[in-house]
């Protein structure tokens, strides 16, 4: 199962480990990359999106519900 992490925030503080991605002041960030979490192997990794891309999106979370 994968977690899939969209936008955030783009600025001083940046906290990423294979548990967690913490981001603190600054700007949102554009939704043209997403940050997919593999909850099996434990592993994060970065996909560049396509198509008509939202816009930029700031301050907000994603959730695994399982």
């Known amino acids: 199962m994968n977690a899939y992490c969209?936008?955030?925030?783009?600025?001083?503080?940046?906290?990423?480990d294979t548990k967690s991605l913490n981001i603190g002041q600054g700007t949102?960030?554009?939704l043209s990359e997403v940050y997919i979490y593999?909850?099996?192997n434990d592993n994060w990794e970065t996909k560049?999106?396509?198509g008509k891309i939202p816009?930029?999106?700031?301050?907000?979370?994603?959730?695994?519900?399982?």
């Open 6 to 16: 969209l936008g955030g925030r783009n600025g001083n503080e940046i906290i990423f």
């Open 28 to 30: 949102a960030l554009t």
């Open 38 to 40: 593999d909850t099996i």
């Open 48 to 50: 560049v999106t396509s």
């Open 55 to 66: 816009s930029n999106r700031g301050a907000f979370t994603t959730i695994l519900g399982m």
